[in-house]
């Protein structure tokens, strides 16, 4: 079945360490999306991508970084300059830029200790 | 920039009932889709519903229909024959097509309905 991935579904993380979460998507689709959701603030873009080997900030790209080698894979790395990140994460996917709605991953849920 | 405001942080509904949910953007584009995505406590998103802005005429999914008006920039969801497993919240969303199209969701309504 086609869909996204994404893993681990839970993380736990000292202060101070990176951690990189995982998005793997086999729809074929061209743009890639990050979102992070807090209670009572719905969800924020972190990063997005419409290509390989491109990508663009989203509203809260701060403390964030994403790579797009392959068109399948969109991995996020919350860095240790990220000031708050206990958080869900939601990877998308969508075909085209221009097209059609955005299908999620079931989220990644990270916990700062 | 984009925004979406849902003004119900949470509602309830008996089961059977209907129920609408509010939703306003804001845009000074003519082509762009909007969406109403639903989240179960399971936190996987599930699109509901979807409209393009150039179609004047309501999209209707089963028991989920929304009312769509253009010039007030106004996109409520109806929800008919309510369900237990209707409970979630609902997010409303706005696309906007162009080099930097993204997907900029509202802050989301609870919704419970109780038997």
């Known amino acids: 079945d086609g869909g996204i991935t994404q893993s681990p579904k839970y993380l736990f993380r000292k202060e101070g360490q990176n951690v990189t979460l995982s998005c793997e998507q086999n729809?074929?689709?061209?743009?890639m999306y990050w979102y992070r959701q807090d209670p009572g603030q719905g969800l924020r873009l972190i990063y997005y991508?419409?290509?390989?080997?491109?990508?663009q900030k989203g509203d809260i790209a701060e403390g964030y970084s994403v790579s797009r080698e392959k068109k399948e894979s969109f991995p996020l790395t919350v860095t240790s300059a990220q000031k708050n990140p206990t958080a869900f994460y939601l990877c998308?996917?969508?075909?085209?830029?221009?097209?059609?709605?955005?299908?999620f991953g079931e989220g990644s849920r990270l916990t700062v200790l | 920039a984009q925004t979406v405001t849902q003004s119900q942080p949470e509602m309830s509904v008996q089961e059977a009932e209907t129920v609408t949910l509010s939703c306003t953007y804001d845009?000074?584009?003519?082509?762009?889709?909007l969406f109403w995505y639903k989240q179960p406590p399971s936190r996987q998103m599930i699109l509901v519903i979807r409209?393009?802005?150039?179609?004047?005429q309501n999209a209707t999914e089963n028991r989920f229909s929304v009312n769509f008006q253009k010039a007030a920039k106004s996109f409520s969801l109806k929800i008919s024959d309510s369900q237990l497993g209707d409970t979630a919240m609902y997010f409303c969303?706005?696309?906007?097509?162009?080099?930097?199209?993204?997907?900029?969701f509202g802050t989301g309504t609870r919704l419970q309905v109780t038997l």
């Open positions: 409209q393009e802005a150039y179609k004047q």
């Open positions: 969303a706005s696309l906007h097509t162009g080099t930097a199209s993204k997907l900029t």
């Open positions: 991508s419409q290509i390989v080997n491109d990508f």
């Open positions: 729809l074929n689709h061209d743009a």
């Open positions: 845009t000074s584009e003519n082509n762009y889709y």
């Open positions: 998308a996917s969508r075909q085209g830029p221009n097209t059609g709605e955005l299908f």
